[in-house]
């Protein structure tokens, strides 16, 4: 749709996609080069230096909190999914429709509302916060993501297919396991990747829900930003990006190879 | 002034040579198909023209004017698009007043175009509804209709009845026809469909790979007359009997000697500097030209006799495959004049064809 | 719905319940419970009905903090909008084989924590940070510069924290977008912008919204990352809520907090709303035709 755009206008165009992109980045480079300085001020380059990555994977402190992060965030994954996927294909009929409105207020509650609710509910029901009040805050939260992209997969699916496997002969049940659920494995997908992402991601619930006893990622990060050790906490963010990464590019190309289809739009 | 000139235009997707060398002529005021399969180029050509697509080398002419190098909505050139591409989001006015709206046009001004326009389809009365409410066909109107209402010089159209049936396509085949004529535009038309093309078309195109024009002419030429084997198969169905050309004893008159069928006597109007006695030629006699009947006749130049192999009624015809020898097979088209045919005529019968030299052509290699 | 006609239902309803139960405990009862909570005083004698907690919310203070949430919220979003479309727009149309690639490149930094992301605009901006070494380099200021602590530098903070939240559905809907609508718009005579306007923009209504969702709501309910830029000089009805709930230990004065600010985000999202179908209506109004006038008129002379 570019043709015969004055030259200028495409290059100052270009330009400043070029500037967001820098700018997305910047901030992402700064810590890199940052974990990687020996000085400790920020902006005076010393030397290159490996020690804070080693004081990172010798802390245990750290090590327990990433361990913590992740087992509430696969937690929370699974029972996001499967919750989720139970009750877009347990409301597929007309008249429970309505149930989807259940989980709208979500829309307009930012996260440290869910988080106060949580607190505020372990603590009347004098149970202490720890994993349980994590784990059920970040599940509700992919729950919201979760459930709306299911349903609209659901919506697109090709309810012929269905019809097909039920005239040559499958049960009901049959059905469901071996044509439903496969044909909503990429929304599941992208639902499980959001879930996993908000999770890691998250403050608040941490903030609020995590208790005396654990610490996350996240709450590391936030209680440590004051102190001077500030390097090892840039190196402890670039292995957090690297490994999302990684792991997204492992999902990534795992589903290339399981050849998902994708309709595009030839018009 | 709506003149449409293609000069030596050359385009590549990518390493892939689409159009190559192109020279293409269409007068003001005509109604020109440009016919082939797919594949063939003909909707580059097209996007070409509206500036969607832009050269490689070469240029584009409207009237006296360059349009190589003018931006989409400068030139004045609109198309209807083979999916209609209507604006979902606006109601059929807002359609149809759209390209006057991008103009900057004053609003009464618009309101009155926009109603005489969809007068002039027969919309009228649908200027609020929204798009998914009104069929294909009406769809199709609004489209041309919106192509119409800021009169361009020459209106291209891809493929546009492509997804209506039968009857609504022959409907609007006579109204494009009614249109055309009425404003006096220079409408290009592309279709794979050789019926669609025959139908509207003053004159028509026939293209091969690489936008090759193979022949440039009137339907009636094009049909009755194919330069060339392609031209001859690709319009309407032929029977194609190859030998070697003598010249025959009348003026105009040739012979083809099959190697087991005979001779074969074409008139031909026109010498040709390709009709060189002793080359390998090849005949074409279409299928609604032979006479096919298990009476003896007199009198008809040409005659094969064969076996009725197959029969497909179609209503208003019927086709014969008939083998005149060993697996060759002629089709022959025969009208169903009447209900009760004066020759009834089976599987397995032994038929003679008859057809006359003016009716077989010879075909250009 | 089909699934009913063929599959069993009546366990699949069942296997919906844990679903719908987890949202009504740990979202819905506790949202009611404050709901109820914020009518009720602590008082030596016990539980009273009173509306001391929102009267004490009428406190200017008060209003103050719920209007700055309100305010970084509206320019957080806005911004976003500014910037995300472009973006959406080159890479949905304008690129033709890196897609994925370009897309995941500019999410990529979302990967990273909030509170990281936050720090390291922290750390680049800090007193002795790179940043204010380079400005002083230019020779624009005589000494280090302070760049942290002031709203600007939040709001860049907080727009860059959220622009992925904005870009990513905005560009979904830009995708679905056919493209021969926009070469129809070329073709009938309309220039990009014109086109971007007149089609692209009202086409893209639905991922516009639920990008706008998407970053008002968090950035309303912004704490930590304000406390970071901020170096905790601004006071906000996220930092309040820490404070009510956590210092304070005030649950009943926390819950009022909540609802009047979830009610505050509410009203700026639907006023917005309101004032764009009013822009709207106003723009049909002013364009009006009066149809029944010309269809006689047309359709009359159509029947001779």
Avoid at chain 2, 243 to 265: A, N
Avoid at chain 2, 288 to 316: A, C, F, H, M, P
Avoid at chain 3, 136 to 164: D, E, F, Q, R, W
Avoid at chain 3, 261 to 277: E, K, T
């Amino acid at each position: 749709m570019l043709l015969h755009r004055s030259y200028l206008k495409q290059f100052a165009y270009t330009l400043f996609i070029c500037l967001v992109y820098l700018f997305m980045f910047l901030p992402m480079m700064g810590i890199f080069v940052h974990s990687f300085n020996s000085s400790c001020v920020a902006s005076s380059w010393e030397s290159f230096t490996l020690d804070w990555y080693k004081e990172l994977f010798c802390s245990p402190e750290v090590g327990r909190a990433a361990w913590n992060s992740l087992v509430i965030a696969i937690s929370s994954t699974a029972l996001s999914i499967i919750l989720g996927t139970a009750f877009v294909l347990g409301t597929s009929e007309k008249k429970y429709s309505k149930l989807d409105m259940l989980f709208y207020p979500n829309i307009f509650t930012p996260d440290i509302v869910l988080a106060v609710a949580i607190m505020s509910l372990f603590k009347f029901l004098n149970i202490p916060c720890g994993f349980v009040s994590l784990i059920a805050g970040h599940t509700a939260i992919g729950l919201v993501f979760a459930i709306p992209l299911l349903r609209s997969r659901m919506e697109e699916l090709d309810k012929y297919l269905i019809e097909a496997s039920l005239d040559l002969g499958a049960d009901r049940w049959y059905t469901t396991k071996k044509v439903l659920l496969p044909l909503l494995k990429p929304a599941i997908i992208t639902a499980a990747f959001m879930a996993f992402t908000l999770s890691l991601d998250d403050f608040f619930i941490s903030f609020f829900c995590a208790g005396n006893e654990i610490e996350t990622l996240s709450m590391y990060i936030f209680s440590h930003l004051r102190t001077n050790n500030t390097p090892v906490l840039s190196a402890l963010s670039i292995c957090v990006v690297a490994s999302s990464f990684t792991i997204l590019m492992i999902g990534y190309v795992a589903t290339k190879y399981t050849t998902m289809e994708k309709s595009n739009d030839l018009y | 002034m709506g003149s449409l000139r293609l000069e030596h235009v050359t385009k590549f997707y990518g390493n892939d040579l689409v159009i190559d060398n192109l020279t293409l002529d269409i007068q003001q005021g005509q109604f020109f198909a440009l016919l082939g399969p797919s594949g063939c180029g003909k909707t580059t050509i097209l996007r070409l023209i509206a500036g969607l697509e832009s050269v490689d080398s070469g240029s584009i002419f409207l009237g006296k004017r360059n349009i190589t190098n003018l931006p989409i909505y400068e030139r004045k050139i609109h198309t209807v698009f083979q999916s209609y591409a209507l604006f979902p989001h606006l109601s059929v006015f807002e359609n149809v007043a759209y390209p006057l709206r991008v103009r900057n046009q004053p609003e009464d001004e618009i309101a009155d175009k926009v109603f005489k326009m969809l007068k002039t389809v027969h919309l009228s009365g649908s200027e609020n509804k929204q798009i998914s409410q009104i069929s294909g066909g009406q769809q199709q109107r609004v489209a041309l209709a919106r192509a119409l209402v800021a009169e361009p010089e020459v209106l291209l159209l891809d493929e546009p009845l492509a997804a209506l049936d039968q009857r609504l396509k022959e409907q609007m085949l006579l109204e494009l026809i009614d249109l055309q004529e009425k404003l006096g535009m220079t409408f290009v038309y592309i279709t794979h469909d050789q019926r669609e093309a025959l139908t509207v078309a003053d004159r028509m195109a026939i293209l091969n790979v690489h936008g090759k024009i193979e022949q440039l002419s009137t339907p009636k030429n094009v049909y009755e007359f194919p330069s060339s084997r392609f031209v001859a198969n690709f319009v309407g169905s032929t029977n194609i009997i190859d030998g070697t050309l003598h010249r025959g004893d009348k003026p105009h008159t040739f012979e083809v000697t099959h190697k087991d069928m005979g001779s074969i006597t074409v008139f031909m109007q026109h010498e040709r500097n390709w009709l060189v006695p002793g080359s390998h030629s090849y005949v074409s006699i279409r299928p609604e030209k032979i006479k096919i009947t298990k009476k003896r006749l007199s009198d008809i130049d040409n005659v094969l006799t064969g076996i009725v192999r197959n029969i497909l009624y179609q209503g208003q015809s019927t086709i014969f495959d008939v083998e005149v020898k060993d697996e060759y097979i002629i089709k022959v088209f025969k009208q169903n004049e009447d209900h009760i045919p004066e020759e009834i005529i089976n599987y397995d019968d032994e038929v003679n064809l008859y057809f006359y030299k003016e009716d077989a052509v010879l075909l250009e290699n | 719905m089909w699934i009913k006609k063929n599959l069993e239902r009546e366990w699949f309803t069942f296997f919906a319940t844990p679903a719908i139960l987890w949202q009504t405990f740990f979202l819905l009862v506790p949202l009611t419970a404050f709901f109820i909570l914020s009518f009720l005083e602590k008082t030596s004698t016990g539980w009273i009905l009173s509306l001391k907690h929102y009267e004490l919310l009428l406190n200017p203070m008060y209003i103050k903090v719920i209007g700055s949430s309100l305010f970084f919220s509206l320019t957080t979003t806005c911004l976003c909008i500014v910037l995300a479309y472009p973006i959406a727009y080159f890479i949905a149309f304008m690129v033709k084989k890196a897609k994925n690639i370009l897309l995941i490149v500019l999410l990529l930094p979302s990967w990273a924590n909030i509170i990281t992301q936050v720090y390291a605009w922290f750390v680049l901006l800090q007193k002795n940070g790179s940043v204010s070494k380079v400005i002083a380099a230019l020779g624009i200021t005589s000494t280090p510069a302070h760049l942290l602590n002031n709203k600007p530098v939040i709001i860049m903070g907080l727009v860059y924290c959220y622009l992925p939240f904005m870009i990513l559905p905005l560009y979904l809907s830009l995708l679905s977008i056919k493209k021969t609508l926009l070469e129809a718009s070329a073709d009938l005579g309309a220039t990009d912008m014109q086109t971007f306007w007149r089609i692209i923009v009202p086409l893209s209504r639905n991922g516009l919204f639920n990008g706008i969702l998407l970053v008002a709501v968090p950035a309303f309910g912004e704490y930590a990352a304000i406390e970071i830029l901020g170096g905790g000089n601004y006071a906000l009805w996220g930092s309040n809520i820490v404070d009510t709930f956590l210092v304070a230990g005030n649950y009943a004065q926390g819950a009022a907090l909540t609802i009047v600010g979830i009610a505050a985000l509410i009203s700026l999202i639907a006023s917005c709303l309101i004032i764009y179908h009013a822009i709207r209506v106003i723009a049909a109004f002013i364009h009006q035709i009066k149809p029944s006038q010309r269809i006689t008129t047309e359709s009359e002379e159509g029947r001779l």
